[in-house]
């Protein structure tokens, strides 16, 4: 499992990242709130492990830009501060914990194994990218107010790729993802049903969101 820590105190950053890894967890590392929003808001994780008091952007504004984006990712907070307000802030803004410094590591990964046991929170509805809203319930998706015609292996894709903004996907994920299908060799059936789907999504529109990564995959995002 994938875990995001966003720590400035270099102390405690590098002894939770030791912590966690020695218990088998795969850790990334962040010093500063913007980078920790980027790397959250980009990638997947398990979990987030987030410091309140942070350079450039504060932990209550990163859980609050994610929770906007629809990241779901458990929240673990942890502060210095024990007041009941800063706590009750916390977890009304989205978090899902939170811990006091200073902190024994055996509670810090009994925190982080209750918060992964815990059911996956109920996916939002509805997914926006730029001028492009998907409505996952309705299977509906417009582009610019403009409703997009797609058949329902087009949406699948499309929805994979919302779901994982600024990632790169593989095609044979793609396959496996929206066709359930295990492919180990070359196949165009990925390339054929993105290029449709770019007709109806992106050749209208001047801002162009799918794009191709060669010899890995396709990615949606936008690019100026």
């Given at each position: 499992?994938?875990?995001?820590?966003?720590?400035?105190?270099?102390?405690?950053?590098?002894?939770?990242?030791?912590?966690?890894?020695?218990?088998?967890?795969?850790?990334v590392?962040a010093e500063?709130?913007?980078?920790?929003?980027?790397?959250?808001?980009?990638e997947?994780?398990?979990?987030?492990?987030?410091?309140?008091?942070?350079?450039?952007?504060?932990g209550w504004?990163?859980?609050?830009?994610?929770?906007?984006k629809?990241?779901q990712?458990?929240?673990?907070f942890l502060?210095?501060?024990?007041?009941?307000?800063d706590?009750v802030?916390?977890l009304?803004?989205?978090g899902?914990?939170?811990?006091?410094?200073?902190?024994?590591?055996s509670?810090?990964?009994?925190r982080?194994?209750?918060?992964l046991?815990r059911?996956?929170a109920?996916?939002?509805?509805?997914?926006?990218?730029?001028?492009?809203?998907?409505?996952?319930?309705?299977?509906k998706?417009?582009?610019?107010?403009?409703?997009l015609?797609?058949?329902?292996?087009?949406?699948?894709?499309?929805a994979?790729?919302?779901?994982?903004?600024?990632?790169?996907?593989?095609?044979?994920?793609?396959?496996?993802q929206?066709?359930d299908?295990?492919f180990?060799?070359?196949?165009?059936?990925?390339?054929?049903a993105?290029g449709r789907?770019r007709?109806k999504?992106?050749?209208?529109?001047?801002?162009?969101?799918?794009?191709?990564?060669?010899?890995?995959?396709?990615?949606l995002?936008?690019?100026?």
């Amino acid at each position: 499992m994938r875990i995001l820590i966003v720590e400035d105190e270099a102390k405690i950053r590098g002894s939770t990242k030791r912590a966690l890894v020695e218990d088998g967890f795969n850790v990334v590392e962040a010093e500063e709130g913007e980078t920790g929003l980027h790397l959250a808001a980009t990638e997947e994780f398990d979990l987030i492990i987030l410091d309140v008091m942070l350079p450039l952007r504060d932990g209550w504004s990163v859980v609050k830009a994610l929770r906007e984006k629809g990241k779901q990712a458990p929240v673990l907070f942890l502060s210095a501060r024990d007041d009941v307000p800063d706590r009750v802030k916390g977890l009304e803004l989205g978090g899902d914990d939170y811990l006091v410094k200073p902190f024994a590591f055996s509670e810090l990964l009994a925190r982080v194994r209750s918060l992964l046991r815990r059911p996956a929170a109920r996916q939002a509805d509805k997914l926006r990218v730029e001028d492009l809203e998907l409505d996952l319930v309705r299977h509906k998706a417009t582009r610019g107010g403009k409703a997009l015609d797609l058949t329902a292996k087009e949406f699948s894709l499309l929805a994979l790729l919302v779901q994982r903004t600024g990632e790169v996907i593989a095609r044979t994920l793609l396959l496996e993802q929206v066709w359930d299908v295990n492919f180990d060799g070359d196949t165009n059936v990925i390339d054929v049903a993105v290029g449709r789907l770019r007709k109806k999504l992106d050749d209208p529109f001047p801002t162009k969101l799918i794009h191709t990564v060669r010899g890995v995959g396709y990615v949606l995002e936008r690019r100026d």
